[in-house]
T-cell receptor, first 110, second 114 residues
Framework: DAKTTQPTSMDCAEGRAANLPCNHSTISGNEYVYWYRQIHSQGPQYIIHGLKNNETNEMASLIITEDRKSSTLILPHATLRDTAVYYCIVLNQAGTALIFGKGTTLSVSS | DAGVTQSPTHLIKTRGQQVTLRCSPKSGHDTVSWYQQALGQGPQFIFQYYEEEERQRGNFPDRFSGHQFPNYSSELNVNALLLGDSALYLC?????????????FGPGTRLLVL
């Protein structure tokens, strides 16, 4: 599975959009980009995933560049409850293990 | 629709003892994966069970073993506990036979080894 690179930390004001970047320059054509987040001491929470096209659900939007070498998770209106560690993971469709890096610690403040 | 459940929530053991952690997958899921998360680190994959067989294993010693039951629930067993086994143990379930690989996590079991 391709490796990912994320910034260590980011800050966001409550009510503003939070844009979390992820680089995955070695991604293969059949590998998906997954995003999870983990609020302190809880289990990771699935957010969204995509292959080529941009995706949106009730939690977030995922923008994948045309060359698929990077992506951005967008939380449109961040709240204090969105403060968490966000993990970007690249996963082969037939893969099983999720390989977690260090993720991005997002701090949302009022 | 019940999500992934784990028991117990917290556990304290002594070095050398054995521990069993339990996981019930999300309704409709057939696959269970286990992860270990040390303090300040991301989760690390231990192994995955599907059709009562170990399907994939991470870089963990044989002291870590598991089992999956016909109802898809699973157990993680750790023998000869070490201080370094203190961690949050996470269970995740997915529907492998359906072709989807999205894993959903439970709340975890926090193990402290003294």
């Amino acid at each position: 599975d391709a490796k990912t690179t994320q910034p260590t930390s980011m800050d966001c004001a409550e009510g503003r959009a939070a844009n979390l970047p992820c680089n995955h320059s070695t991604i293969s054509g059949n590998e998906y980009v997954y995003w999870y987040r983990q609020i302190h001491s809880q289990g990771p929470q699935y957010i969204i995933h995509g292959l080529k096209n941009n995706e949106t659900n009730e939690m977030a939007s995922l923008i994948i560049t045309e060359d698929r070498k990077s992506s951005t998770l967008i939380l449109p209106h961040a709240t204090l409850r969105d403060t968490a560690v966000y993990y970007c993971i690249v996963l082969n469709q037939a893969g099983t293990a999720l390989i977690f890096g260090k993720g991005t610690t997002l701090s949302v403040s009022s | 629709d019940a999500g992934v459940t784990q028991s117990p929530t917290h556990l304290i053991k002594t070095r050398g003892q054995q521990v069993t952690l339990r996981c019930s997958p999300k309704s409709g899921h057939d696959t269970v994966s286990w992860y270990q998360q040390a303090l300040g680190q991301g989760p690390q994959f231990i192994f995955q069970y599907y059709e009562e067989e170990e399907r994939q294993r991470g870089n963990f010693p044989d002291r870590f073993s598991g089992h999956q039951f016909p109802n898809y629930s699973s157990e993680l067993n750790v023998n000869a506990l070490l201080l370094g086994d203190s961690a949050l143990y996470l269970c995740a379930s997915s529907l492998l036979s359906g072709g989807g690989e999205t894993q959903y996590f439970g709340p975890g079991t926090r193990l402290l080894v003294l």
